[in-house]
């Protein structure tokens, strides 16, 4: 490579990087909040953009709130109105008692009131691990809701069905899940534990404030109502497939849901698979490759 090619390269990676700092520090600056009644149970939400535009939703996992997705928020708004919610449980959304609370048709629930409430007939839907297990059952059974499908790091529920069923390692990997599970589980987390993943000191201290503005035993109420439980079996339900295009982003470093999940998800699509995996990126891979994750949003959803 040519010394002043390599230098543009350089000054390319490094403007980059300053811009996806420059959305962390001022994304809550700005930021719309808002809340969405969902039966009684107030979803809040934060929204950036121009409301005229098409409506993407992002659905964060655990542990994690709407603050997850800056970096992306940042980058699509500008050709998208972009809603990124607390799931019910955390941080400014309500959190109900009692883990029949948490089932799976509640929480597409909400984000159903959530598109709904902004007088929208359908969305964009993104989520990242239990944000995409909703985003993936609503795709399934609320098509007409459903745009485009976005998901990151949470494979096709059939997937990961079949690798607990078969996969000794997915098996061995899941047991943080069957920990969660147990009555008391919630009684042994606190915010600072929580926050083991963020690796920006500044970030780390708003998820600590939102983790302690959040419930634990909601946070586990997902795995105690959702998560398979032991003897895992797969699941061979008659097929219901997705029928709109699906775009997944799967970092490989992930340690929780292996990328053996991944295999024969097109067989449960009607529509067309775009599959990117990326090397050297874990579990959050919308912050651990937030460059490439935005690049890659952003020419599929404007291809």
Do not use: C
């Not at 919308?286 to 020419?299: C, G, I, L, P, S």
């Amino acid at each position: 490579m040519k010394p002043i090619s390599l230098m543009l390269l350089l000054l390319s990676t490094i403007l980059s990087f300053a811009t996806v700092l420059a959305a962390d520090s001022d994304i809550e600056k700005r930021v719309e909040h808002g809340q969405a009644d969902s039966n009684g149970v107030k979803i809040h939400y934060a929204a950036l953009g121009e409301k005229k535009n098409s409506l993407i939703v992002m659905i964060h996992g655990f542990p994690d709130f709407w603050y997850s997705w800056r970096s992306q928020m940042d980058a699509l708004s500008k050709d998208f109105y972009v809603v990124a919610i607390d799931q019910r449980g955390y941080n400014l959304s309500d959190k109900p008692k009692g883990v029949e609370n948490y089932d799976m048709r509640l929480l597409v629930g909400d984000v159903a009131a959530v598109i709904k409430h902004l007088g929208r007939e359908k969305a964009i839907i993104v989520g990242h691990d239990w944000g995409g297990a909703v985003a993936w059952t609503m795709a399934t059974y609320m098509p007409q809701m459903v745009e485009k499908l976005i998901i990151l790091n949470l494979p096709h529920l059939r997937g990961l069905s079949r690798e607990l069923a078969n996969n000794p390692q997915q098996q061995k990997n899941s047991q943080y899940a069957r920990n969660f599970q147990q009555p008391d589980a919630h009684t042994k987390l606190t915010a600072e534990q929580l926050v083991f993943w963020v690796k920006d000191p500044e970030a780390k201290k708003k998820y600590i404030e939102a983790f302690n503005r959040s419930d634990f035993e909601a946070m586990l109420n997902y795995y105690k109502r959702n998560y398979p439980r032991e003897p895992y079996k797969e699941d061979t339900s008659p097929v219901v497939k997705v029928k709109m295009p699906v775009l997944m982003i799967h970092g490989l470093d992930d340690w929780a849901l292996l990328p053996g999940a991944l295999n024969n998800t097109w067989e449960w699509l009607e529509k067309d698979l775009t599959l990117v995996t990326i090397p050297g990126a874990g579990h959050f891979v919308q912050q651990d490759a937030a460059e490439m994750v935005n690049r890659t949003m952003k020419m599929w959803l404007n291809r």
